[in-house]
């Protein structure tokens, strides 16, 4: 049992169960594992450059949360992403994750928290289950470079002689 209490299971795209209904209607975070996908979390400043590159590209996202705590964003991506994620910076894919969720009311767009948590993204109908892994691997790739590029610039060219050691 995790730390925070009762794990109920919970597919993305799915009606949520009882017991993650009556958290929510407390105002509190359920904790549930998911089924059938995965969560690929992102640090936050990596995250938030993503997210802009996806939303610039109209790129239809599925559930996005803002976890305060570990200052990440989880994305809920297709299950098998973990298999094939290549080894990017800020990035970590979860098989078997374990999420504390609030209601799908609590959104960044309110300003509310719950559990220093928010959805950037809620899970409903109107939303995709999933947000496509390729797509945005291709996002966090052009994230991490956008946010290297100031280092990039500092970075001095050898002078044409080459390194002399004394």
């Given at each position: 049992m995790p730390a925070f209490g009762r794990a109920e299971s919970w597919t993305p795209g799915a009606e949520p169960g009882e017991w993650l209904k009556r958290a929510w209607l407390l105002g509190r975070c359920g904790t549930v594992r998911i089924t059938g996908a995965e969560v690929l979390r992102v640090s936050g400043s990596v995250a938030v450059a993503?997210?802009?590159?996806?939303?610039?590209?109209?790129?239809?996202?599925?559930?996005?949360?803002?976890?305060?705590?570990?200052?990440?964003?989880?994305?809920?991506?297709?299950?098998?992403?973990?298999?094939?994620?290549?080894?990017?910076?800020g990035t970590n894919c979860v098989e078997d994750a374990v999420m504390r969720c609030p209601a799908p009311d609590v959104t960044a767009?309110?300003?509310?928290?719950?559990?220093?948590?928010?959805?950037?993204?809620?899970?409903?109908?109107?939303?995709?289950?999933?947000?496509?892994?390729?797509?945005?691997?291709e996002a966090i790739t052009s994230a991490l470079v956008k946010l290297a590029s100031p280092w990039f610039a500092l970075a001095r060219p050898a002078r044409s002689g080459g390194t002399r050691l004394a």
């Amino acid at each position: 049992m995790p730390a925070f209490g009762r794990a109920e299971s919970w597919t993305p795209g799915a009606e949520p169960g009882e017991w993650l209904k009556r958290a929510w209607l407390l105002g509190r975070c359920g904790t549930v594992r998911i089924t059938g996908a995965e969560v690929l979390r992102v640090s936050g400043s990596v995250a938030v450059a993503a997210l802009a590159v996806l939303e610039a590209s109209g790129t239809p996202l599925g559930p996005v949360l803002a976890n305060r705590a570990r200052f990440t964003a989880e994305i809920v991506v297709a299950a098998g992403t973990g298999a094939t994620w290549p080894a990017l910076p800020g990035t970590n894919c979860v098989e078997d994750a374990v999420m504390r969720c609030p209601a799908p009311d609590v959104t960044a767009a309110c300003r509310r928290r719950t559990g220093g948590r928010t959805w950037i993204c809620a899970p409903g109908p109107e939303r995709p289950a999933t947000t496509d892994s390729d797509v945005l691997c291709e996002a966090i790739t052009s994230a991490l470079v956008k946010l290297a590029s100031p280092w990039f610039a500092l970075a001095r060219p050898a002078r044409s002689g080459g390194t002399r050691l004394a």
